[in-house]
């Protein structure tokens, strides 16, 4: 089970000049879709673009891969090269970078390439440097692209790396904790956690230690705890850094829709912000909750969608999905020689390919 932490501006342009710039990149026809519209990825052609509930073709497919839209935007990817879209389909950077967040957080997103520097290494291969920025809402890159690493923003903050070393930065691309750190987790409800020399701590928005904390592991806050681990068990603390929910578990992930997994005796079962156990631990693997839905492999080795009174939804032969947003998931079928993906709704109705 794996969450994704992936691996994320302001405007500096006048009116005009954005509209100029989206036009620039403009290579397909603008399309007009109503803000209510849910737009889903589908291949065409052996082509993606975005479908309506109704599979109609909103925009054309004629990318080589996309992503579900976050803020008004969506990454696409062709010829190797990434860029963002808006929602009338008109590409607002280019298809310019090897790297870029799946979504914009916080109005922003991290945008990256790769620099040849002409060197090899001692196996004979080019060195190739990776440098990473961010954009805004026109395209425009308002953080230069000067890091060795970057997160997504969440409450202005963003972690970086720069030179080996970790520290955070604010929206204008300005240092608010040094570089000098193993490792920043991205900022969430306020916190950012450093870890260095074996050390787990938390820091507010001024950078200061937010409460003493003496942990082997600590992971960032969600819903309100902070996962933690002393002595190979595993509990949660909650924004003033005391324990309320007891280290006990084998093993446990943080909170997602108000619930976490958590494992006793092998099995997977999920508890509540206060720590009481909703769903019993009989499962043999469990994703997060996403909008109320979770994929599990139930007591009879059945994979199935369930909620969170632990009602069975439906069981699909799917290998694997990801989680819901906007009532979208994707859905993978097959294993690691071949992986077929295709997105699905909450009445499980299937966008596979239009042919």
């Known amino acids: 089970m794996s969450k994704r932490f992936t691996t994320l501006l302001f405007l500096l342009l006048s009116t005009g000049i954005s509209c100029g ?31 309506d509930r109704d599979r109609r073709m909103i925009i054309p497919a004629t990318y080589d891969s996309v992503e579900q839209f976050r803020e008004g935007f969506a990454r696409v990817l062709r010829d190797n090269k990434y860029a963002f879209i808006d929602r009338r389909g008109r ?51 308002v953080i230069p692209l000067t890091f060795d690493g970057a997160s997504e923003f969440h409450h202005g903050v963003a972690a970086a790396r720069l030179n080996g070393k970790s520290g955070y930065i604010d929206k204008e691309g300005r240092t608010i904790l040094p570089f000098e750190y193993e490792h920043t987790a991205r900022f969430t409800e306020g916190f950012g956690l450093i870890k260095d020399k074996g050390r787990n701590w938390f820091v507010n928005r001024d950078m200061k230690e937010a409460f003493p904390l003496d942990v082997d592991f600590a992971s960032i806050f969600e819903d309100g705890r902070a996962l933690i681990q002393i002595d190979k068990k595993y509990g949660f603390i909650d924004s003033t850094g005391a324990m309320v929910i007891p280290v006990k578990f084998e093993y446990a ?12 005796d092998g099995k997977w079962g999920f508890i509540d912000v206060n720590g009481n156990l909703v769903l019993p631990p009989k499962y043999s693997s469990v994703s997060y909750f996403y909008e109320g839905i979770a994929y599990t492999q139930q007591p009879d080795g059945k994979y199935c969608f369930m909620d969170k009174a632990g009602s069975i939804l439906r069981c699909p032969s799917y290998s694997s999905t990801g989680e819901f947003r906007d009532g979208i998931a994707v859905a993978n079928e097959g294993d690691h020689h071949y992986m077929n993906s295709f997105y699905i709704d909450t009445e499980w109705n299937e966008y596979r390919d239009i042919q």
């Open 253 to 264: 992930y943080g909170f997602s829709d108000g619930l976490a997994p958590v494992r006793v």
């Open 91 to 141: 590409n607002i950077t280019g298809f310019k970078y090897d790297h870029a967040d799946r979504e914009f957080s916080d109005g922003l997103a991290v945008v990256g390439v790769d620099i040849r520097t002409g060197e090899n290494d001692r196996l004979g291969k080019e060195i190739v440097e990776k440098k990473y920025g961010f954009i805004d809402p026109t395209g425009r890159e």
């Open 21 to 51: 710039l989206r036009e620039r990149f403009i290579d397909q026809p603008v399309v007009e879709v109503a803000p209510d519209v849910v737009l889903i990825p589908i291949r065409k052609g052996g082509k993606m673009g975005f479908c």
